[in-house]
């Protein structure tokens, strides 16, 4: 496997190559020793202006909907930034943003938080209880608690809770509240077995989506090498689109030309070049198909034996809950607010009851493992009905969920 991706980088690298040149994307200046990648703007002359963060005395800010956080570390190649989560109160177990909610992310701006998080909820009430989390006593919250210095306040909290963030409900918030969980940390690919002494610093990760081409009034806003067109995505913006032969790349805030010549002294009198070139292309196409065939099928036999056990619980559902009725999509009987199902359910798992749209029928035998199944599979329908597509898992994501689900709930063991 080694191998083959060797060669595949190989081939790709030899196949393309980007070159940029100059458009009307303007990188803002370094705040301190920290570099500004394009599309971020700390100002009204750089960036794109829906990319905001700020420069405050050569540290780097990142404003939510009502509280900052420092900006500890951006990589501009994989659009990431680590924000600093808020501290503790000292000697108490309650976060400094409290206040404010927690981290509340505007959900109309390209930022989300990333999976690449995992999240520790701390001095919780019973509440808590009834989410899909892991609360158990002996959870890695617990091993956090024990084992560091910071949170020594919060050992009089008994209830903490732990997750990976990022998708659904956690794609733009993780909240800090007096009915839920006081306190939180968060950290960035964390390696649980290490001790915790070897942790890394607390962090939570950001990303950013790539930003479409820079904003124009006229073509004088644009250089030579694009065109002030209308956008058809937008209602009446108009943008540097990049000329034919150039493509946007995003993360450079250029119009690039592909080029297939890696030899400085030229390419144009060498037949075996030519022929080295077209084998390599070659090889790169017939390893990208066969990847993309194994990983295709792969695919498909996970997603029919996913629906292969949805069918049979579905069956089993029908057959115990008095002919499979089931609450209406639409249902004017509700709360003139709640009228539309998916708004509804959404409500209530914003306030933490998600379980009370759970047919009766099925809880009152159910254990608190097989309700603890059921609410996931509920938050994993909520996280599919984000308006942004970004927010929203892809089926093969969906599917692993779905066979991890139905894994806990038989008992079997999952493979990492």
């Known amino acids: 496997m ?21 458009l009307a994307a303007i990188r803002c200046p370094d705040c301190g020793s920290t570099a500004i990648p394009y599309p971020l703007s700390t100002g009204p002359a750089c960036g794109d202006q829906n990319y905001k963060i700020r420069c405050d005395g050569g540290s780097l800010v990142f404003d939510t909907l009502n509280n900052s956080y420092p900006i500890t570390s951006i990589n501009g190649l994989n659009q990431r930034l680590v924000i600093q989560p808020a501290s503790l109160v000292p000697n108490t177990c309650v976060t400094t943003d409290l206040p404010f909610g927690g981290v509340l992310l505007n959900s109309s701006l390209p930022f989300n938080i990333t999976s690449s998080n995992t999240v520790m909820f701390l001095n919780c009430t019973s509440s808590i209880l009834q989410s899909p989390l892991s609360c158990s006593a ?4 617990h091993v956090y608690i024990n084992g560091s210095s910071r949170a020594t306040a919060c050992e009089a909290a008994p209830i903490c809770c732990t997750f990976v963030a990022g998708g659904g409900a956690t794609a733009h918030a993780i909240r800090a509240r007096e009915t839920g969980c006081r306190a939180y940390t968060s950290f960035v690919n964390l390696q649980s077995s290490l001790p915790v002494n070897r942790w890394p610093e607390p962090g939570m990760e950001l990303q950013w989506i790539s930003p479409p081409e820079p904003i124009c009034g006229t073509q004088a806003d644009c250089d030579g090498n694009s065109t002030c067109g209308t956008d058809p995505n937008s209602n009446g913006v108009r943008r540097c689109f990049c000329n034919s032969g150039l493509f946007w790349d995003p993360i450079q805030g250029v119009c690039s030309a592909n080029i297939t010549c890696q030899n400085p002294d030229g390419c144009g009198g060498s037949d075996r070049t030519a022929l080295i070139a077209g084998l390599t292309a070659g090889l790169g196409t017939a390893l990208v198909a066969a990847i993309i065939g194994i990983l295709l099928y792969r695919r498909h036999m996970r997603i029919v034996e996913a629906q292969e056990c949805l069918r049979k619980e579905r069956e089993a559902i029908l057959n115990s809950n008095n002919g499979g009725k089931a609450a209406k999509a639409i249902d004017f009987n509700r709360d003139s607010d709640d009228v539309n199902l998916a708004i509804y359910v959404k409500r209530l798992a914003d306030k933490e009851k998600l379980v009370d749209i759970i047919d009766p029928i099925l809880i009152e035998k159910a254990s608190l493992l097989e309700i603890d199944t059921m609410k996931a599979l509920g938050f994993l329908a909520l996280s599919c009905l984000e308006e942004r597509r970004q927010n929203r898992p892809s089926m093969k994501e969906i599917t692993e969920e779905i066979e991890y689900i139905i894994c806990i709930a038989s008992g079997k063991a999952v493979e990492n």
């Open 2 to 22: 080694a191998v083959t991706v060797k060669l595949l980088s190989t081939a790709l690298l030899l196949l393309s190559c980007s070159v940029g040149v100059t």
């Open 138 to 141: 002996t959870g890695l919250c």
